[in-house]
Every structure is written in structure tokens, then in C-alpha cells.
Nanobody
Framework: QLQLVESGGGLVQAGGSLRLSCVAS???????????MGWFRQAPGKEREWVAGINWGGEYQYYAESVKGRFTISRDNTKNTVSVQMNSLRPADTAVYYCAANLGYGDIRDGSSYDSWGQGTQVTVSS
């Protein structure tokens, strides 16, 4: 199983920006580019929500409607890293953010398609 570690969370005012990163490691017999990657978030009292996804080579990015135009997902397969640049943050973006790795071909928006998860990083946006 891939180990994923997120970083970059914090407290920011509405309208501000944060960049989350996730580094993958582990002896899985596969390379990082074998995995599609996704970001999810979970706010207190709410279900986990898919935020963004990226394909193996990084050519295609996918976004939830709630973040489209504000968030940008990217990956660097040479550094085993996936990131999400979050701009124009809103209080509604407050949540624990998780990165996840998908080895298969399931729906990139569906958390059940993912094989490995990070521990999460808190993002708090104040009004």
C-alpha cells in the first residue's frame, strides 16, 4: 500500500490562498505514475467530498463544481508528489483535506475507488 503524507494546511482569511502537497512513498512494486490521484475533504458533521482528481501523467484534471476555477491540481511524478493550489478560499472550504491514490480505473470522483489515503491536513478559512 502506498503511504501518503499531506502538508500545507493552515488558517487563512477568506479570499486567501493555500497550497497543499502530498508525498507518496512505499515499496508497492509500482511507480507513482501508476496511480491516479485525488483530493477529498471532510468538514465537521459532513460526509467526505471529492474535490479534484488527476490522471496518471497529469494531462487531465477534474474538479468538483464547488472548486472549479479556484483550485488547481497538479502532480510531479519525478518527486512522487501531488498538489492542489487553492485560491479565493471561502469559509465553506474549511475541512480536513485528504489525498488519495487510485490504482484502478474506477470513477475518479468515488472515494471507494481509491486504495490508499493520507492522514489529512486541516484547512480553516476565516470570514
Amino acid at each position: 500500500q502506498l503511504q501518503l503524507v499531506e502538508s500545507g494546511g493552515g488558517l487563512v482569511q477568506a479570499g486567501g490562498s493555500l497550497r497543499l502537497s502530498c508525498v507518496a512513498s512505499g515499496r508497492t512494486g509500482r511507480t507513482f505514475s501508476d496511480y491516479r490521484m485525488g483530493w477529498f475533504r471532510q468538514a465537521p458533521g459532513k460526509e467526505r467530498e471529492w474535490v479534484a482528481g488527476i490522471n496518471w501523467g497529469g494531462e487531465y484534471q477534474y474538479y468538483a463544481e464547488s472548486v472549479k476555477g479556484r483550485f488547481t491540481i497538479s502532480r510531479d511524478n519525478t518527486k512522487n508528489t501531488v498538489s492542489v493550489q487553492m485560491n479565493s478560499l471561502r469559509p465553506a472550504d474549511t475541512a480536513v483535506y485528504y489525498c488519495a491514490a487510485n490504482l484502478g480505473y474506477g470513477d475518479i470522483r468515488d472515494g471507494s475507488s481509491y486504495d490508499s489515503w493520507g492522514q489529512g491536513t486541516q484547512v480553516t478559512v476565516s470570514s
